[in-house]
């Protein structure tokens, strides 16, 4: 089995950590200078951002480049133009391997040009495929170490192949310069179409590789924010409940006896009741953040009964901002929540317009609180909130 072939197949066989990848990334650069005999080698992928704009990177195993040239990314176009910055950029855009040459191959001419132009470029062939025409827009080949390179070769990397009609979807590409001159043959063509799709599909199982562990990281510290968030399942849940101490007395009591109609089913939890000692805020947080489901009445007495006969307290704001954040947190344990605010006050927040709230029903033209109505309409939004019905009354 040729060395093409044993890296593909090891490349399909593999987990190419950056161990492995790093191994191989070795192998096939000593395989390339040593055994082939090519002076320079430069493999490239993709799909990268350069300067805001579609371009190409070396490909690396770890922090280490593919080649042993300079390493580095560029544009696929030369910036506010339609011209490829190199010729490896061009087989790339255009999905056309090239095996550039001196036109007049007899004086085995180098390529190497120091400065392109349109007559110069008409030196080059493509012996590749001779009959498609390089038009005057085709790059000329800039060697920066100065080197009289006489072949350059660039092949488009492949991956994904299903069968042999299918060819894949280019990834990147392979460029290979050698300071002698390499006759194009068949069988040097199907070698090299051969070599890129293994390094291909390395560099692919490399990548596939570094998602996984990304994913598994992610994971990982999900279930590390599960474990230590999330309540104990065979306890009931709980309902974090915040109000304004300048808030409607008759109002509160009538939230606490809707709540009282879910017990022992769901535990509520009273911030005004909960006199623990130590950091009030860091406490706040953690009840909160353990907490299955969440009450805020937001609304108090205007002081000054200017605009609105009610405003939100900005407290029980900051509190509900929070349960909001967490409820949209996959990671975090409260599950939903429900906002209840007076109808005569200011717009509602950005952050809960969204929301679906509770408006406190009061009956004109006294302005007394429907107490039947609060409880009804609250007990119907616990249930569907959490699904857990409420004790029957009589």
Not at 72 to 99: N, R
Not at 146 to 168: C, F, H, N, W
Request: glycine letters at 6%; one cysteine or more; proline letters at 7%.
């Amino acid at each position: 089995m040729a060395f093409p072939e044993e890296l593909l197949r090891s490349a399909n066989s593999m987990v190419i950590d950056e161990e492995v990848g790093e191994n191989l990334r070795i192998l096939v650069g000593e395989y390339i200078t040593r055994t082939l005999e090519f002076a320079e080698y430069h493999v490239m992928l993709g799909g990268k951002t350069v300067h805001n704009d579609p371009g190409l990177d070396t490909a690396r195993t770890g922090q280490n480049p593919w080649c042993n040239d300079k390493a580095g990314a560029i544009p696929e176009l030369v910036k506010g133009t339609t011209s490829s910055p190199t010729q490896s950029t061009y087989a790339y855009k255009k999905q056309m391997p090239l095996w550039i040459t001196a036109r007049n191959k007899d004086t085995k001419q180098p390529i190497t040009l120091n400065e392109a132009s349109a007559s110069e470029n008409a030196q080059y062939v493509n012996e590749w495929s001779e009959d498609i025409q390089l038009g005057p827009d085709f790059p000329a080949f800039n060697n920066p170490d100065k080197k009289q390179m006489k072949t350059s070769i660039t092949v488009p990397l492949r991956y994904g192949a299903s069968s042999a009609a299918d060819e894949g979807y280019i990834i990147g590409f392979i460029s290979l310069h050698s300071e002698d001159y390499r006759a194009c043959t068949h069988d040097a063509k199907s070698f090299f179409v051969r070599l890129a799709r293994a390094i291909g599909a390395v560099l692919s199982a490399y990548e596939n590789y570094q998602r996984q562990k990304d994913s598994t990281r992610a994971a990982l510290r999900l279930l590390e924010q599960r474990a230590t968030r999330e309540t104990e399942p065979l306890r009931p849940p709980t309902i974090f409940c915040a109000y304004s101490g300048k808030a409607d007395r008759r109002l509160i009591v009538g939230i606490r006896d809707a709540l009282a109609l879910f017990h022992p089913h769901i535990v509520a939890n009273i911030w005004e009741l909960d006199h623990s000692i130590g950091n009030i805020s860091l406490h706040l947080q953690k009840q909160i953040a353990k907490c299955t489901y969440g009450i805020c009445y937001l609304s108090e007495p205007s002081p000054n009964n200017e605009g609105t006969r009610f405003v939100d307290n900005p407290n029980v704001l900051f509190e509900a901002g929070m349960l909001a954040a967490l409820v949209h947190d996959p990671a975090a344990t409260p599950k939903g929540w429900i906002p209840i605010r007076e109808q005569d006050s200011p717009s509602t927040p950005f952050d809960f317009a969204q929301e679906r709230q509770l408006l406190v029903k009061r009956i004109a033209p006294s302005d007394e609180l429907d107490e039947q109505a609060l409880q009804d309409d609250l007990t119907n939004m616990i249930q569907a909130l959490t699904g857990i019905p409420p004790k029957k009354t009589s």
